[in-house]
Structure formats: C-alpha cells, structure tokens
C-alpha cells in the first residue's frame, strides 16, 4: 500500500477503511454487533448533517429542557424554519 498521501489525497483513507473492513468481517457482520452498527450509522448521519448545516432538532430539545426549562421550546417546523433564516 503506497501511503503518498499528497498524491492521492483520499484514496490512501478509502484503502484503510477497506482493508480494515475486510479483515474483520467476521467481527462486523456479526448479529451481536447489528445494534452497534446501527448506532453508529445514526450517529455518522447526525454528524454529516452537522457538517453540511442541518441542525439536530434533538438535540434542540434537550438543550432546552437542560438549560431553559421554563421556556417554552420551538415545534419541530419553526425550528427549521428558524435555522434556514438566521
């Protein structure tokens, strides 16, 4: 494996990923680990959201329910709304 990393960029990480995903494969696919995989993978989404600018309502809520309990917090649309605007 050739690790030039300023030649090919993200080729280098997408070949770890595989290799690593290949060699425990066994370990990944195993039904005691599906939850975990979906754990994570709601998690990815929730982080890639974050990174292209889609806010997390949830995460909204508890905010809101930690720090401002006695406001009242937005319904789910204006919250977007808001978002969009600002």
């Known amino acids: ?50 990174m292209v600018g889609v806010p997390d309502y949830e995460n909204y809520i508890k905010h809101m329910q930690e720090h401002h309990p006695d406001l009242t917090p937005m319904d789910a649309k204006t919250f977007y709304r808001h978002c969009i605007d600002a």
Do not use: C, E
């Open 1 to 50: 494996m050739d690790f030039k990393i300023a030649r090919q960029g993200s080729a280098v990480i997408v070949r770890i990923i595989k290799f690593t995903i290949m060699s425990q494969k066994h370990l990944l696919l195993s039904p005691k680990n599906w939850s975990r995989i979906a754990t994570l993978w709601q998690n990815l989404q929730k982080s890639f959201r974050l």
